[in-house]
């Protein structure tokens, strides 16, 4: 006699379709019992014609309340080693001991920047268990070393199918860390050739390789140089130049002979804050190639006289005019050494037409320049 059990208008007169599910728990005499019977009475009011179907009857050893455990697994790295394979370990926990029966799920990885083959060894596991009491197990992928130079590469291993359990995290993030040590030249990392010139990810001598889709661009915004109506010319963006350092934009508008310093919001905008004049150079001609480092701004530009040597300009981050130098005929193509303390520039020395002593040819050639780097500019 279970109290607990006892639903008063169980049906409703002239309808078939109510449900009254009950749920109740046995008395302790019936754990462990070799046999249960089940008995079910109804009562109906005076009068009443009433009929009630039973079914779906389940008798469980666990509580109807009883919460599931929550299943995680946790993301993993290893150092990828030179040779052979090394196991990438992960764990799969439980937030609280599996229930009877245990709990189990299938696992599968997935390319990121690794890819299957070449990278790691593709796993796909079924029926994977952790057992009644327990609250973790590990699965271990094999990473397969090798001596290429390049960056940490990443791949995933997703949980599936569970049983026994809810799912908190279902995905975990696997990191092969580079061991190998890139060459050298003057400083600078040489690294070794992509791995899809290497014959992977598809590739071949007439087959590109698949793209993988590892690296994503999101454009966040544009911006459109300004038009000077003191001008006839039509503004343009030949040359941009990012400053880090001012989170700023230098963008060479040749047309109408002008920097244009655009600053770039952590949101992606993009806000044209100053410019630097340039026609009132020293000996200006036309304005061939812009850069930066650090906040100083160098500008490469011709000679009024096309057979004459050009300059370059260096500027504070605000467009300040510093100092400027003389460089070859036709300066362009400039660009900062990495620690920032030199320039080289391209001379052009295209041809120039007009009257001159002797013929004019074009031969292109590089030359570096010192820079004593004003102190104002950090």
């Given at each position: 006699?279970?109290?607990?059990?006892?639903v008063?208008?169980?049906?409703?007169?002239?309808?078939?379709?109510?449900?009254?599910?009950?749920?109740?728990?046995?008395?302790?005499?019936?754990?462990?019992?070799?046999?249960?019977?089940?008995?079910?009475?109804t009562?109906?009011?005076?009068?009443?014609?009433?009929?009630?179907?039973?079914?779906?009857?389940?008798?469980?050893?666990?509580?109807?309340a009883?919460?599931?455990?929550?299943?995680?697994?946790?993301?993993?790295q290893?150092?990828?080693?030179?040779?052979?394979?090394t196991?990438?370990?992960?764990?799969?926990?439980?937030?609280?001991p599996?229930?009877?029966?245990?709990?189990?799920?299938?696992?599968?990885?997935?390319?990121g920047?690794?890819?299957?083959?070449?990278?790691?060894?593709?796993?796909?596991?079924?029926?994977?268990?952790i057992?009644?009491?327990?609250?973790?197990?590990?699965?271990?992928?094999?990473?397969?070393?090798?001596?290429?130079?390049e960056?940490?590469e990443?791949?995933?291993?997703?949980?599936?199918n569970?049983?026994?359990?809810?799912?908190?995290?279902?995905?975990a993030?696997?990191?092969?860390?580079?061991?190998?040590?890139?060459?050298?030249?003057?400083?600078?990392?040489?690294?070794?050739?992509?791995?899809?010139?290497?014959?992977?990810?598809g590739?071949t001598a007439?087959?590109?390789?698949?793209?993988?889709?590892?690296?994503?661009?999101?454009?966040?915004?544009?911006?459109?140089?300004?038009?000077?109506?003191?001008?006839?010319?039509?503004?343009?963006?030949?040359?941009?130049?990012?400053?880090?350092?001012?989170?700023?934009?230098?963008?060479?508008?040749?047309?109408?002979?002008?920097?244009?310093?655009?600053?770039?919001?952590?949101?992606?905008?993009?806000?044209?804050?100053?410019?630097?004049?340039l026609?009132?150079?020293?000996?200006?001609?036309s304005?061939?190639?812009?850069?930066?480092?650090?906040?100083?701004?160098?500008?490469?530009?011709?000679?009024?006289?096309?057979?004459?040597?050009?300059?370059?300009?260096?500027?504070?981050?605000?467009?300040?005019?510093?100092?400027?130098?003389?460089?070859?005929?036709?300066?362009?193509?400039?660009?900062?050494?990495?620690?920032?303390?030199?320039?080289?520039?391209?001379?052009?020395g295209?041809?120039?037409?007009?009257?001159c002593?002797?013929?004019?040819?074009?031969?292109p050639?590089?030359?570096?320049?010192?820079?004593?780097?004003?102190?104002?500019?950090?």
């Amino acid at each position: 006699n279970l109290p607990a059990a006892f639903v008063t208008d169980a049906t409703t007169s002239g309808s078939a379709t109510q449900v009254t599910p009950v749920s109740v728990t046995l008395p302790a005499d019936a754990d462990g019992a070799p046999g249960l019977q089940v008995r079910i009475l109804t009562a109906n009011a005076a009068g009443n014609d009433e009929w009630i179907g039973i079914d779906d009857i389940a008798v469980s050893s666990q509580s109807a309340a009883l919460t599931q455990p929550a299943l995680s697994i946790a993301d993993a790295q290893v150092i990828e080693g030179q040779t052979g394979t090394t196991d990438l370990t992960f764990t799969v926990s439980l937030s609280a001991p599996a229930p009877a029966g245990g709990v189990t799920f299938d696992l599968a990885t997935a390319d990121g920047s690794a890819q299957a083959g070449s990278d790691y060894v593709a796993t796909a596991l079924t029926g994977q268990t952790i057992a009644a009491g327990a609250t973790s197990t590990t699965i271990t992928v094999p990473v397969i070393g090798d001596r290429l130079f390049e960056a940490g590469e990443t791949f995933a291993l997703r949980v599936t199918n569970v049983v026994g359990a809810t799912v908190a995290d279902g995905a975990a993030v696997g990191t092969i860390v580079n061991d190998d040590a890139a060459t050298v030249i003057n400083g600078v990392a040489v690294f070794d050739p992509a791995a899809s010139l290497q014959g992977f990810q598809g590739a071949t001598a007439t087959t590109p390789p698949s793209p993988t889709g590892a690296l994503q661009l999101v454009r966040l915004g544009s911006y459109a140089t300004t038009n000077d109506p003191a001008t006839s010319a039509t503004a343009n963006a030949e040359v941009v130049a990012y400053d880090r350092t001012t989170g700023s934009l230098y963008i060479q508008n040749t047309n109408e002979n002008r920097i244009e310093i655009v600053a770039i919001g952590a949101d992606g905008a993009m806000t044209k804050s100053g410019e630097i004049r340039l026609a009132g150079l020293d000996q200006y001609g036309s304005v061939n190639s812009v850069a930066v480092s650090n906040g100083l701004i160098a500008v490469a530009y011709a000679n009024a006289a096309g057979d004459q040597p050009g300059r370059v300009a260096l500027f504070d981050g605000a467009g300040t005019l510093l100092k400027s130098v003389t460089v070859g005929v036709g300066p362009d193509q400039i660009v900062f050494t990495s620690d920032g303390t030199k320039l080289l520039v391209a001379y052009e020395g295209e041809q120039f037409t007009g009257p001159c002593r002797r013929p004019v040819t074009s031969r292109p050639w590089f030359r570096g320049t010192s820079l004593d780097r004003p102190a104002t500019t950090g």
